[in-house]
């Protein structure tokens, strides 16, 4: 039999690159290992929809269970791989089962950051990174009466929205002195910050937390650096995440933060590649080495690896885009966020549609977009195209940025 492309990870990176390599006409045999015992799904509604019961789990799949069969993609879900001989260019799995691999592709996604505070095992202290902690997060809520909230990320802010909107007693605490801050400008912080006050919570920012306190193994409150006290049923961890690096760490591949990549997201082991949330690669639109977090990123490398086994190697070069569901908000962004040294709003923030432009120079970088799905489709064109906007331009609500656009790609056809 002949060797076949081992993918590790069964999330958006793994099952797209699995998926893009049938489309690429890859003919070889493609083997998906995943840890989960579940067919592979979305995760950003676990955060969402899912957890507000909006969405159930059948809903949840990334490909129909049969998907994988009728592509000849052999799969191997519920089970782990423990180890890898790269010298053999063979992998173990927790079954003892091995598996021989022409190439290798990491697609292992991303682990809940150790926190330095002590409390973490008590019953009622959750993080939120696949179905099962979705699962345990619901129930808890249901039950929860205090909750809070530890770290205001995209994850911490849309959990705190959700459990508002089930009528909890919200607090969300943060060491950094704005919402997002490592995500969003300013303007969009400030934004999100008062949009959490209005609904509800309480925003505790500037502060760490110092223990969570136990009673009969579950949590019951939350000291923080200050000496304030929090009533808390139920803590949410959304402090971030670290690469899933334990495996190539393990077997000799350079690691940073994130598995390092070259610009065909080739590992320092040219028979393995590393795609998703945990490859640790150049980018163009960063202007050096990053390691994103998007359903965008993962499924664009998978795409970029599938068309080098397939023949046809290409560099990664796709524009980053995200977005996150706050209550009844909608930010998307277009772009990385950089130095900006111009910035400009279009629409307006009291009315909860705006959108944020950061300029550098001369040149449109980033656009944060919040209820305005159009600036945003619109964004992600003028940034990826290199397509001149000035910022009066970007201010002016008179000014069609589609149709801009749409003139400078017809142009340039
Ligand atoms: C709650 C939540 C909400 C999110 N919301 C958004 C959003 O709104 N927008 C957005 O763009 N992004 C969002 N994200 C981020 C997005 O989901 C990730 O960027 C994306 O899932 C990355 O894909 P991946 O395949 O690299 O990693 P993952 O999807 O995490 O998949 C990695 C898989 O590999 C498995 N694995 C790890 N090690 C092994 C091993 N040794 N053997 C076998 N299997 C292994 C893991 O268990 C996991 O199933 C969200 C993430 C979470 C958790």
Not at 28 to 37: A, Q
Not at 67 to 73: C, H
Not at 134 to 162: N, P, Q, S, Y
Request: with cysteine.
């Amino acid at each position: 039999m002949t060797k076949p492309v081992v993918i590790v990870g069964a999330g958006h990176a793994g099952v797209q690159a699995a998926a893009a390599l049938r489309e690429e006409k890859y003919a070889g045999r493609i083997v998906l290992v995943g840890d989960e015992l579940h067919v592979p799904y979305h995760r950003p509604p676990l955060s969402k929809a899912y957890l507000k019961g909006a969405l159930g789990r059948d809903s949840l799949a990334l490909r129909g269970a049969a998907y994988y069969g009728n592509q000849g993609i052999e799969t191997l879900f519920g089970d782990r791989v423990i180890s890898i001989d790269r010298g053999a260019r063979k992998v173990e799995l927790a079954s003892n089962r091995e598996l021989e691999y022409e190439h290798l592709i990491l697609a292992v996604g991303a682990r809940a950051r150790p926190v330095p505070f002590a409390g973490t095992d008590l019953g009622g202290v959750v993080t939120l990174r696949n179905l099962d902690d979705a699962d345990i997060l619901k129930r808890e809520l249901d039950a929860a009466r205090h909750v809070v909230v530890v770290g205001a990320g995209f994850i911490g802010l849309e959990f705190a929205a959700t459990a508002r909107g089930a009528g909890k007693d919200v607090t969300i605490v943060e060491v950094a002195p704005r919402v997002m801050g490592r995500a969003v400008s300013p303007q969009t912080s400030n934004f999100f910050a008062d949009a959490h006050r209005a609904f509800g919570a309480e925003l505790r920012l500037n502060v760490g937390v110092e223990k969570i306190e136990g009673n009969a193994g579950r949590a019951r409150a939350v000291h923080l650096t200050d000496g304030s006290v929090l009533s808390a049923d139920l803590v949410l961890l959304g402090t971030g995440v670290v690469a899933e690096d334990r495996l190539a760490r393990d077997s000799g591949l350079v690691c940073e933060d994130g598995l390092v990549v070259n610009a065909r997201l080739v590992t320092s082991d040219p028979d393995i590649s590393a795609i998703g949330d945990c490859s640790f690669h150049p980018n163009v639109w960063q202007g050096g080495e990053v390691r994103l977090e998007s359903v965008q990123n993962a499924t664009d490398q998978a795409r970029v690896v599938a068309k080098r086994l397939a023949g046809r190697p290409v560099d990664y070069s796709s524009l980053p885009w995200f977005w996150s569901d706050q209550g009844d908000l909608k930010l998307q962004i277009a772009g990385l966020l950089v130095d900006s040294d111009k910035v400009v709003v279009r629409g307006e923030i009291a009315r909860r549609a705006f959108s944020v432009f950061c300029f550098s120079g001369d040149r449109l970088r980033c656009v944060e977009s919040v209820n305005r799905g159009g600036d945003h489709m619109a964004a992600r064109r003028i940034i990826g195209d290199n397509i001149a906007l000035s910022p009066a331009e970007a201010r002016d609500p008179s000014f069609d940025l589609k149709a801009h656009a749409t003139r400078h790609m017809r142009e340039r056809a």
